[in-house]
């Protein structure tokens, strides 16, 4: 069980935002180089960015904070990035400049055929995420409810090769209580790819309750707020989590 550092950015700066809310930003470090090495340093084994701005206007933005993470981390662990990703060239560039895995949100929904482009062009490297509530998917940064079920979108895009489903519960994310261990179950009972969950990780409990699904195909969880408030100890978090699946 992977537990997954957030490093979410904003003006080039270390943010979490509560309820997907731009004006409700907590800047947390400016220099996201030295927190992915902190992450590292701590024990983890993936780091999960986020281009909040480039999310919001449809194209990359951060990509000089990016690029730093990159050259602080990049050879240690895998790193996966989601926001703004909109075209096949931008994926591309991302790739080339050390990105292990591109999560491609709002598109895959509002352009599947980008996805499956996208699928075929890197295999083995494209995420999907969906955010989701009450089992329907939101997009453009959770500001709009599709009428799309979850499960079936997933499974769609599943048929399409893409690596693994990114699955936010989005009336959990950033509020700090507890992972959705049940939708998130559901999802990857459904699937043969693996489900990533995000949103809500906040304790040790968290942690215990995903290892214990692991089995079900949950292989990790993204956690960000709860690491940056200190509600949970990462490096505590990773080893319990190996532990549980030693």
Partial sequence: MLIIPAIDLKDGHCVRLKQGLM??????????????????????????LVDLNGAFAGKPVNEEAIKAI????????????GGGIRDLETIERYLDNGIGYVIIGTAAVKSPGFLHEACY????????????KDGKVAVDGWSKLTGHDVI??????EDYGVEAIVYTDIGRDGMLTGVNIEATVALA????????????????DDVRRLAEVESEGVIGAIT??????????????QALADELAG
Avoid at 121 to 132: S, Y
Avoid at 224 to 237: D, M, P, V
């Fill in 23 to 48: 004006e409700d930003a907590t800047v947390f470090s400016e220099d996201p180089g030295a927190m992915a090495q902190h992450w590292v340093d701590q024990g983890g084994k993936r780091l999960h």
């Fill in 70 to 81: 990159v050259s602080a981390v990049g050879n240690d662990i895998p790193i996966q990035l």
């Fill in 121 to 132: 062009a890197f295999p083995g490297q494209i995420m999907v995420g969906l955010d989701a």
């Fill in 152 to 157: 079936d979108l997933a499974k769609k895009f």
């Fill in 189 to 204: 009972q459904a699937l043969t790819i693996p489900v990533i969950a995000s949103g809500g990780v906040t304790n040790l």
């Fill in 224 to 237: 960000g707020r709860a690491i940056y408030e200190g509600t949970l100890n990462f490096s505590q978090a």
